[in-house]
């Protein structure tokens, strides 16, 4: 049986405008790849930040490893990562699940 595996992002966007086209693009192409998203955002009620103080949090759960990493280093959103890297600062975490 193959696990789960998820992606972590903690984003800082420094210009939504921009910003927003990336949203726009970047959620059906996650789904195209077998991903779900379970957390976009939101209030965020931090109680223990001592290694680590987030800004906006979204969290996708993929089938697999393979889908997850065939998503983020696939030729199609290789132009939506530029666009994130250029309006954002991010942390970026692939997670394997239980």
Same mark, same amino acid.
């Given at each position: ?14 210009? %939504? *405008?921009?910003?927003?086209?990336? =949203?726009? @693009?970047?959620?059906?192409? +996650? ?12 209030? %965020? *009620?931090?109680?223990?930040?001592? =290694?680590? @103080?987030?800004?906006?949090? +979204? ?21 939506? @990562? ?17």
């Amino acid at each position: 049986m193959e696990q789960e595996y998820y992606l972590l992002v903690d984003v800082d966007i420094h210009n %939504i *405008d921009e910003y927003k086209k990336y =949203l726009d @693009k970047v959620k059906p192409m +996650v789904e195209k790849f077998g991903g779900k998203y379970l957390i976009k955002g939101g209030e %965020i *009620d931090a109680k223990e930040t001592d =290694l680590w @103080k987030p800004t906006r949090i +979204v969290l996708v759960q993929f089938p697999n490893k393979i889908s997850a990493l065939n998503w983020y280093n696939s030729e199609e959103y290789r132009p939506l @990562k530029n666009l994130r890297l250029n309006n954002a600062t991010s942390n970026i975490l692939f997670i394997e699940g239980v």
